[in-house]
Structures are given as structure tokens and as C-alpha cells.
């Protein structure tokens, strides 16, 4: 983890996967809807480079302003039901325009997001991190203010196997990771019986094998997957559903398990001193 904080942040957190495909994206931007629910201060990073999907998520297309502070020019973040937004999707001149850069230049990217933005005082910053565990995602760990990361998982086997990979990695780069979220956990079927279609419990094992908390389960529902598509998170549009009411737990989860890594810090560092 670097020691460059981000003015006026308290905590940064990474939302992470091993690969592609298992709803970091939508974990990213309901468990950050959760957070603002609760009444933090809350911002969004889409540091996928390479295929931001917040744009759509949360149905923005303006362009960030600029403006001068400290003699300095930052792009105000665009805001979007009370959180604030920063993505490259917001900078393209066409939605379906692809970027095509060298791991340098995304990172170059990215350091701008978190450092020329002027994010003012948020409780957390979110990073919907792009998915894998190769160089890009290593630097980005590297270069990113972490405070820690939330592994997103199916319970299949071959997700399992890649959500261990990323855990490593972001263990080499010194952020802890705060807990496992399982998405499309099971299926719940109209007589109330659960189907696991991708298997059971893959994503409390992982959590036994490295003593991690699992932060939550998301069930498969299309419902989360309507309201992404529509630009409206579901926490936000239907806050009293089961789905949301999970996200809500997840939120709190996370909250209080930043809080027990933080104290951690502190009392190892009375130790040091």
C-alpha cells in the first residue's frame, strides 16, 4: 500500500475480481448505494480502463468540469444519486469508443482519477477495479492509496481458483483484503427452495482456507441486472427488497471490518513507538 493519501478521504477500497464475469461492476456500485444509504459520504471510482461500465450502470454520459484549486487544475467528479463519479467512459468522445493503451498509460490514467479530481471530504472512495491478477492490476495495486480490497467470487470452482490468485496478489502489494463477497450464490426458485446453480458454499471455503470474514451472498436475480442496465442501482430503487436489504449487510460488514483492520494498524504501530 503507498502512504499518498487522498486528501479528504478516510478510506479507499478496492472492489476486486480474479477474472471477468462474476458482477464486480454491479457489487461495486450497489455496495457503494449501500454505503451512501447508511448517510456516508461516498465516491466511485471506475478504474477499469479498458471497459467501463459505470457510465451505464448509473446512467451518466456528461462530461466532468474543470476548475482551479491551489493553483491547480482537477476535474470536478460527476455526481450521481449523492455519489460522486469518476470514469474514462465519461472522457471518450463516443460511448462504444474503445481505449487501447499500454499498461503505463492506464496506469498514468488512474493516478490521475484518484490525484487531479477534486473529491472533496468523502467517508469512502470505492474502486471498481478491472478484473484478472496480471501487471496491470499489480501496478494499479501498487499506485492506488488502499486502505484494503473486497473480493468479489462465484461459488464455482474455476472463479474460486482465480479470487485465491487476486487475494495473493494483493497480499504481496501489502492490502489486506477485508472480507469475500459470493455473487449468483443460488437461485431462489417460486416455492422458496434455493438452487445452487454454481455450486455451494465455494465462496466460505476460500473464507475458512485464508481465515477471511465473508462479507455476504448475492443471489442470481434478474431484477439486479434490469436496474444496472437501467442506470439505477438496485439499492436505491428498491431498498426494501430482500436483494437490497443484503447489500445493506454487505455494507456493514465491510464497514465494520475496515474498522477492525484500522484499529490493527493503530495498536501495532503503539508497538513500534
Given at each position: 500500500m503507498t502512504d499518498n493519501?487522498?486528501?479528504?478521504?478516510?478510506?479507499?477500497?478496492?472492489?476486486?475480481?480474479?477474472?471477468?464475469g462474476v458482477g464486480k461492476s454491479t457489487v461495486a456500485v450497489n455496495l457503494t448505494a449501500a454505503l451512501k444509504m447508511k448517510g456516508f459520504k461516498v465516491?466511485?471510482?471506475d478504474a477499469?480502463?479498458?471497459?467501463?461500465?459505470?457510465?451505464?450502470?448509473?446512467?451518466?454520459?456528461?462530461?466532468?468540469a474543470v476548475t482551479k484549486h491551489n493553483d491547480k487544475n482537477l476535474l470536478i467528479p460527476v455526481e450521481k444519486y449523492?455519489?460522486?463519479?469518476?470514469?474514462?467512459?465519461?472522457?471518450?468522445e463516443k460511448k462504444d469508443s474503445a481505449v487501447i493503451w499500454r499498461g503505463p498509460m492506464a496506469s498514468?490514467?488512474?493516478?490521475?482519477?484518484?490525484?487531479?479530481?477534486?473529491?472533496?471530504e468523502l467517508d469512502y472512495l470505492i474502486f471498481d477495479m478491472p478484473p484478472g491478477t496480471g501487471d496491470i492490476q499489480l501496478t494499479l495495486g501498487q499506485t492506488i492509496p488502499l486502505n484494503g480490497a473486497v473480493l468479489?467470487?462465484?461459488?464455482?470452482?474455476?472463479?474460486?481458483?482465480d479470487a485465491e490468485k487476486g487475494h495473493l496478489?494483493?497480499?504481496?502489494?501489502?492490502?489486506?483484503?477485508?472480507?469475500?463477497?459470493e455473487n449468483m450464490s443460488y437461485y431462489l426458485k417460486d416455492n422458496g427452495v434455493k438452487e445452487y446453480i454454481f455450486g455451494e458454499e465455494g465462496g466460505k471455503k476460500?473464507?475458512?482456507?485464508?481465515?477471511?470474514?465473508?462479507?455476504?451472498?448475492?443471489?442470481?436475480d434478474k431484477t439486479l441486472r434490469e436496474s444496472g442496465d437501467a442506470g439505477y442501482p438496485l439499492v436505491l430503487q428498491r431498498p426494501e427488497s430482500p436483494l437490497s436489504k443484503e447489500f445493506i449487510t454487505i455494507a456493514n460488514n465491510t464497514v465494520a471490518e475496515l474498522g477492525k483492520i484500522d484499529s490493527g494498524k493503530k495498536q501495532d504501530l503503539e508497538i513500534i513507538i
Open positions: 493519501k487522498i486528501p479528504g478521504v478516510k478510506y479507499t477500497v478496492a472492489v476486486v475480481s480474479g477474472k471477468g465516491g466511485l471510482v477499469d480502463i479498458y471497459g467501463p461500465s459505470i457510465p451505464i450502470m448509473l446512467g451518466v454520459s456528461e462530461r466532468p449523492g455519489i460522486k463519479l469518476m470514469s474514462i467512459g465519461f472522457l471518450l498514468s490514467a488512474l493516478r490521475q482519477f484518484v490525484y487531479d479530481v477534486l473529491w472533496g468479489i467470487t462465484t461459488p464455482q470452482e474455476i472463479a474460486l481458483a496478489m494483493f497480499q504481496k502489494v501489502n492490502v489486506p483484503t477485508v472480507g469475500i463477497i476460500l473464507c475458512d482456507k485464508y481465515q477471511l470474514p465473508l462479507l455476504g451472498r448475492i443471489p442470481i
